[in-house]
């Protein structure tokens, strides 16, 4: 029989994934509206693939930078 503990942390962690995705897509979506609005302010035309490869780099360094090892070093104060 499996424990209700095992369930709840089984829960946790989907709720965690799921979460994460859509934090992924969301700030994916931001940063192309960003790059493409800086880039029409510098009166530059990027192509779309630029601006896409552009907002996958900041995207990722962004979650990559929130999911760091020290993230889990504050006091929790």
Partial sequence: MI???LL???G???SSIVA???FAILSYVV???IVGAGAGLAEYSPS???VALAAAILAGAAIVGGAS???GLGDGT
């Fill in 20 to 22: 994460s995705l859509v």
């Fill in 3 to 5: 424990g209700v503990g």
């Fill in 12 to 14: 946790a962690l989907v």
């Fill in 31 to 33: 940063t192309v509206f």
């Fill in 8 to 10: 709840d942390s089984f």
């Fill in 69 to 71: 090892p020290m993230a």
């Fill in 48 to 50: 779309s693939d630029f």
